[in-house]
């Protein structure tokens, strides 16, 4: 059953009143049965509501009912947590326990007892009210108890998608290099069946570069016959095959087969693959939401050595992929349109004539207006169209428009289309992936969403479920993934291993999420725009201010604050006070505000999950910070605190633990072991059993913390500073269960013994290695899982490549002042997987060289100070891959090696990579130059600067 936003978070509550009713609420008699109750009438009405979600949108009395039972559940959910959090206060009331403060305390629990009564006994009333309005509406509807299949959205949004069908080609901008990509697949001969499949996210085009495609005069003539079949995300297998086969004898005007209607699947696909026997066939399968429906429908398809070929669009990564297996086919990933072919269809719909036809004094507006389509064709023709009839020249009707796209795009009737394509998005999410993607709407528009941080904000929320033999992150980690799949969260920047580091959400999605997360009482949004207060703020984002504090009753069922970009102290100010009014938050996250001490505010949140003060300027964790007994993550990166209190050893439930901070330094000349500085823990941390992630932890010889290590059981990611030789084979016998691990020695000269280890940690990835080392432990060769190596200032004698080439899975490898050695030769056959290299202050190093066949998939090569360095890698001419070669800081004779207009005697042999770049220091600012066309290159300053500044092996 298609399970609705509303649906979700009722059930997620209903888990939470169960919990409350089992573990922790010991209520009066007859209470417990009353909650329960009201718990089963919410139960029985979710079944309804997975049908009322696509009715929702187009009834208004059904959108105030299912309003009612969400505001119902949040009721009952908050009314027990207040229990919970009045029974805390009352113990903790009442101490030291003596005679009297035993009988006052009996006398607080039984009037709490009775308030929670006589609250529970009202929601009662009120549930057994909207469960008789619930009778009413599926009397309404005529709804059977397992919902219904096609809905009249659904028919709609059909409707939608064929509309984008009809755009004239003339219309279309970027789709002459496409179409002929695809035709050229098409007519490729000599090959049995094979399928193209065009993926990308709603809104970019599929089905209109396929109906290109389909239509065009060569494709029709070469094949015998043609279909075009619409799938649906709630398709029948019975219903596609039946439109499939009527479309083929249609085409040829023969009679349908008899019985057509009541045929089973078995026997439908029959029919069709005995039609096309002998026939050189195209079929297109527009919008497939599942690897099931291509299972299904490939078997109605003959394949022989004719030609024949299926087109298949869908928004689904996987089914893209797993469709060509077989056939050894095509995959189309579609991008969005470039800035200049989103400028160039903009003024040609908007102002119905060349992109010079835009006033200047729209320009501006205009291309604001443009960016946020994200370089969706079909939003910006919807766009376009509502554009046309603005005034032109009243710019600020224009600036309405653009500051109130998101109301714009719901209730404009002209943006209906693009509305509901991109929702249909939305609605076949799988039930527990909906509140993750809606959570997406916290963020500010434009903002790079930081991988670590969204898993660990699910967690907390609840949204992740545990599954057995994974971990919470394990699963948040597949539940993003599938929304990447899914082409609703796009990679901006990836890790070594291909996964999402910094993401975004278009524009348009995020507009959606908003509006329904508003509706929802998801999330609410505040900023210097929007100041009105919801009414019944759960979730509260806050984007640059505060614009002033709510009346309590406003955050009465505050459970998440989040502020992004809050710099100002009146603002600093709101977000405290604010603290003080809401106790029942369990997400907190006040990055970069501009604290200095830690808000006593924060300690009365026994609710509390999740606290993030990254980037704050607090210096001192209070020892009552014992009181946070839910606390699962403490975020302390880049705050000054260097030591916790021996009270965060009754945080029992803590997961990941992040407190450490980089100091200031100037480039080129710096001490690399002084400007990262971790915390030193109390004795007893390993108590703390739960742990997943640890960092920066400092090692006070002598202390006995190496060994409690070995305790964490669930530790998977550790980094450690300060480490000294003696304390080293300690260490070797406590980290054989990590996937990630970064050491650093007490100081440059402090030898790295890591000789110790017998039992490897065999699912280690990332290995961060941050000192004088003799020789490359000996069981890195094991370490076949192996994705990232940094060795700094190792100052090794051997060539550490020979440790390194064989393996299996190793894509980035970083060097710095890691070997005194002057030649460095990446072997034949060997680093098959290796995409990224970076060399530093190998000073020694005199050449580099790649054998045939060596490092094939390298896209990226870095080489900084290497002043010994004579030439370009030899061997670079034959790495076809090669994307990005940067030099940084190398001597003015090596850099006239490559250069076209100087003595350039190696420059055919970079000639081929896209992106090449040499950058130097100069009176305190990075001067980058393009190998293009040796001139300094603004909008590449950045990439050099970060380079250095953002390699952080963390």
Known sequence: MNVCMGDYLIEFILENVTLLLEEKVNLLKGVKEEVEYIRDELERMIAFLGVADSMEEKDAELKVWVKQVRDAAYEIEETLDQFVLHQTNICAQYQPFNFLARLCLKISKLRARLAIASKVQSLKSRVSNISERHQRYRFKFNVPDQGSSLTPANSFATDCRGDALLLEECELVGIDGRKRQVIGWLLEVGSGLKVVSIVGMGGLGKSTLAKKVYDDATVRKHFHSHAWITVSESFKIEDVLKDLVQQLFDEVKKSLPEGLNTMNAIRLKEVAKEFLLGRRYIIVFDDVWAIAVWQSIQLALPNENDGSRVILTTRINDVGSYSILESNGYKYELKPLTEEESWTLFSRKTFQESATACPSHLEEISKNILKKCGGLPLAIVAISGVLTSKNKNNIEEWQVFNRHLGFELEANDRLESIRVILQISFKELPFYLKPCLLYMSIFPENHLIEHNTLIRLWIAEGFVKEREGRTLEEVADGYLNELINRSLIRAIQSNDDGSLKLGHIHDFYREIAVSKSRDHNFVSTVNEHITTWPNKARCLSVHGTFGGVPNKRYVARLRSLLTFDVIDSQSTSCAVQLLSSCKMVKVLDLRGVPLEIFP???????????????????????????????????????????????????????????????????????????????????????????????????????????????????????????????????????????????????????ILDLSFMSSPPRFLQRLYLKGCLQKVPHWVPTLKGLVKVYFQWSHLMENPLEYLQDLPNLVHIEFLRCYVGETLCFKAGKFEKLRLLDLDRLEGLRSVTMEVGSVPLLEKLVVRRCNSLERVPAGIERQVNMKFLEFIDMPEDFVETFLPDRRGLDHCRIAHIPEVYYAYWKEGRWMVYSLEDTQVKEDCNKSAMNTYEQRKWL
């Open 600 to 750: 006593k505010e924060i300690l009365k949140l026994l609710h509390l999950r999740y606290l993030s003060l990254r980037s704050t300027g607090i210096k001192m964790i209070p020892r009552s910070i014992k009181n946070l007994q839910n606390l699962e993550i403490l975020d302390l990166k880049q705050t000054l605190v260097t030591e916790l209190p021996v009270e965060i050893l009754k945080l029992q439930f803590i997961r990941q633990l992040l407190v450490y901070y980089h100091g200031q330094y100037s480039y080129p000349s710096f001490e690399p072991f002084e400007h990262l500085h971790g915390f030193k823990a109390p004795v007893g941390i390993g108590g703390l059993s739960r742990l997943q992630k640890l960092s920066f932890i400092e090692l006070n010889h002598g202390s006995g913390i190496i060994r409690e290590i070995g305790m964490m059981t669930d530790l998977r990611r550790l980094s450690i500073t300060k480490l000294r030789r003696e304390d080293s084979e300690t260490l070797c016998s406590s980290i054989e269960k990590l996937r990630s691990l970064s050491i650093r020695s007490l100081e440059g000269c402090e």
